[in-house]
Each structure stands twice: as structure tokens, then as C-alpha cells.
């Protein structure tokens, strides 16, 4: 019964995400259909064993527990003793051979560390750990740029080896885990449409909508989950227990205000020369946040939320100068602009 209640209260959370977000326009593509790209900077690791659950729950900032056929995944961040982000994760409910097991979804650069990470903490727990990302890939499969387009897509979603809604903001399409692009195409029902784009593409926009994800935007060890929007992209539960990181992450959240936070950045050209921590500063010359990282016009940044307006730009190595708008993304709640929790 407290299972169900507690997946009852994560879908809750997502369909009000889904209410509140509207997604932007922009020129990247005239396309009108969903579009799928293949996703080579992440990768995925297997958990297997009777005790993945309960190694879990101590481990990550979301709660496991709802994880199954009725909530097939799940947001997380894994922090470290002193509440930092070290890896942003995306879990999935998958069964293997008749027994549950869990897919670990997260940036490719730090597998290895992240495996060496699961082994230290594992024990004695009936945990099998192993990296598949060379045998499956990773794919998102995003809606139609046009807003206006309410073309659906579906798929043989058993003909997949996963397929999930993206759980941090559920109108940014689907996850897929498949052996390769060919394998997804096939899968597509007749009447729907998936036209094959970049992953460039991809990042442009979760970045036009201030989804962060992998090292770059979240360098390990070096920025917040709250800052990081953990709690409004849906990957966190403060009635878990202990994790991780959970004293400094809990305390903060209730008696904290977070002033700073990733937002979206919109530059009037295509930057290039800049790197992550970069000063973004106002018209006076003070620094109002740090340059993250971008791709085409659309970019992220680590912003302080009450200083946002006005003029704002950032320098490259060379010393050209780059304006830059920023607003609170539309599924922030709105009291949030005003630099609330």
C-alpha cells in the first residue's frame, strides 16, 4: 500500500509538470514530426540481484522504491558526504529472466568512475554491476518543433529493450534504449512519423528549455542538486530516508531560499571561444552567475535569480563580447522568479 501511494504522489508530480510547461518556439528545424537522436555521449549500466533496491535507496536522492511496470523511471542525482552533485542519473524499472533489475542511464566520460563508486558501496549486498553500453544505445525521441502539431508517435515498445517518457519533464519526449538506430525505426507503428537528427540537435533543446545534464553542465563535485533544479525536474524525495548527501540537501530545502540556479541562456549569435565557469556579468561589470556551456544560440548557466535583468553578457578568450537573455524557464513554478523556493 505505501508503494502505491508513493507512485501515485510521483506521477502527480510529473502530470504537474506537464501542466505547467509550455515549450518554446525556436528555428532549429522546420520538421513537423518527432524526430530521434541517437545519444552517444551517455551510457548504461545493469544492476541485477535481489538486493539492487535497497543498495539503491541508500545511495541516490530519488525514491526507488516506485520504481516498476506503473513508473518505469525515475530522475536521481548520486551526491557526495558533503551534498554536492557528483552524477546526474536516469534509472529504469527493466525485468531480466523473471527478476527486477534497474538500467542506469548517465554521461559516458565517468562509467568507470561511476562503477567504481557502485563497487565500494555495494558490500555484501546481492548486487551484479556490469556496463553495457557497448551492447545498447541510448536515444531520445523528441516532439515536433511546431506547436502547433499534435502528431503522436507511437511504437512496439515490446520490440525495445526500453522505452520510457522522460521523467524529469515529461513533454521532452521518450527515452530509448535499443541495440541501434535500425532496431528503433522498425519499431515505429504505421501513421506515426520519427525523422533521424543529431545530437546537437538534442542539446540545443533541453538547453532552450535549462534541462541540465552530464559533467559539463554538472561538474562533479562543484554544484548543488537544489541549484541544479533537482526538485523541480522531479529527482528527489524528501520522505525516503537517509542517502547520501541527505542531511545538507534536506536542511537546505526546508529552511534554506536557493538563489542561485540553472537557467537557459539565449545568445543573439553562435557563440564560440567560451568555457565552463566563464563570468556572466551585468551592465555594470559585477558578476551575476557562471557560463555552463552551449550549443547553437541556446545555452545554461548558473545564475543568480534576482539579478537576471537587464543587460547580460560574457567575454570569450578573445575578448568578444557576447549578450545574453535569460528567463525562468515556464515549468519553474512562478513564484520562483521572484528568487523563492
Given at each position: 500500500m505505501k508503494i502505491l501511494l508513493k507512485t501515485l504522489q510521483h506521477i502527480s508530480s510529473r502530470l504537474h509538470v506537464a501542466h505547467s510547461i509550455i515549450v518554446c518556439r525556436r528555428n532549429i528545424s522546420s520538421s513537423s514530426s518527432w524526430?530521434?537522436?541517437?545519444?552517444?555521449?551517455?551510457?548504461?549500466?545493469?544492476?541485477?540481484?535481489?538486493?539492487?533496491?535497497?543498495?539503491?535507496?541508500?545511495?541516490?536522492?530519488?525514491?526507488?522504491?516506485?520504481?516498476?511496470?506503473?513508473?518505469?523511471?525515475?530522475?536521481?542525482?548520486?551526491?557526495?558526504?558533503?551534498?554536492?552533485?557528483?552524477?546526474?542519473?536516469?534509472?529504469?524499472?527493466?525485468?531480466?529472466?523473471?527478476?527486477?533489475?534497474?538500467?542506469?542511464?548517465?554521461?559516458?566520460?565517468?562509467?568507470?568512475?561511476?562503477?567504481?563508486?557502485?563497487?565500494?558501496?555495494?558490500?555484501?549486498?546481492?548486487?551484479?554491476?556490469?556496463?553495457?553500453?557497448?551492447?545498447?544505445?541510448?536515444?531520445?525521441?523528441?516532439?515536433?518543433?511546431?506547436?502547433?502539431c499534435e502528431t503522436g508517435l507511437s511504437l512496439e515498445h515490446k520490440s525495445l529493450y526500453l522505452s520510457s517518457e522522460d521523467p524529469r519533464i515529461s513533454t521532452f519526449g521518450r527515452r530509448i534504449v535499443a541495440p541501434s538506430e535500425d532496431n528503433v525505426m522498425k519499431c515505429v507503428h504505421q501513421g506515426s512519423e520519427l525523422a533521424s537528427s543529431t545530437e546537437e540537435e538534442y542539446h540545443e533543446r533541453r538547453y532552450m528549455l535549462g534541462l541540465s545534464e552530464g559533467i559539463i553542465d554538472l561538474p562533479p563535485g562543484n554544484c548543488f542538486p537544489l541549484e541544479?533544479?533537482?526538485?523541480?525536474?522531479?529527482?528527489?524525495?524528501?520522505?525516503?530516508?537517509?542517502?547520501?548527501?541527505?542531511?545538507?540537501?534536506?536542511?537546505?530545502?526546508?529552511?534554506?531560499?536557493t538563489r542561485k540556479r540553472l537557467m537557459p541562456l539565449k545568445f543573439e549569435i553562435v557563440p564560440s571561444g567560451l568555457?565552463?565557469?566563464?563570468?556572466?556579468?551585468?551592465?555594470?561589470?559585477?558578476?551575476?552567475?557562471?557560463?555552463?556551456?552551449?550549443?547553437?544560440?541556446?545555452?545554461?548557466?548558473?545564475?543568480?535569480?534576482?539579478?537576471?535583468?537587464?543587460?547580460?553578457?560574457?567575454?570569450?578568450?578573445?575578448?568578444?563580447?557576447?549578450n545574453v537573455e535569460a528567463m525562468p524557464p515556464e515549468w519553474w513554478p512562478k513564484e520562483e522568479e521572484k528568487g523563492h523556493l
Open positions: 524526430t530521434l537522436h541517437a545519444l552517444k555521449s551517455r551510457g548504461l549500466i545493469q544492476l541485477s540481484g535481489t538486493d539492487v533496491n535497497p543498495f539503491l535507496q541508500g545511495l541516490v536522492t530519488n525514491d526507488v522504491t516506485v520504481l516498476g511496470p506503473e513508473c518505469t523511471s525515475l530522475h536521481s542525482m548520486l551526491l557526495n558526504v558533503q551534498g554536492r552533485v557528483m552524477y546526474d542519473l536516469l534509472l529504469y524499472h527493466k525485468v531480466l529472466e523473471d527478476n527486477p533489475s534497474v538500467i542506469v542511464e548517465h554521461d559516458r566520460r565517468i562509467t568507470t568512475d561511476l562503477i567504481k563508486t557502485l563497487k565500494r558501496y555495494k558490500i555484501r549486498k546481492k548486487v551484479n554491476i556490469s556496463d553495457i553500453s557497448d551492447d545498447l544505445q541510448v536515444f531520445s525521441a523528441l516532439p515536433p518543433v511546431d506547436e502547433s541544479s533544479n533537482l526538485v523541480y525536474l522531479n529527482g528527489v524525495c524528501f520522505h525516503k530516508g537517509c542517502y547520501i548527501g541527505q542531511e545538507l540537501t534536506a536542511r537546505t530545502f526546508h529552511t534554506g531560499v568555457s565552463a565557469g566563464d563570468n556572466i556579468v551585468n551592465e555594470k561589470g559585477k558578476s551575476v552567475g557562471k557560463f555552463r556551456n552551449s550549443a547553437g544560440k541556446h545555452g545554461l548557466g548558473l545564475l543568480r535569480v534576482a539579478e537576471i535583468k537587464g543587460t547580460i553578457s560574457v567575454t570569450n578568450n578573445d575578448g568578444q563580447i557576447y
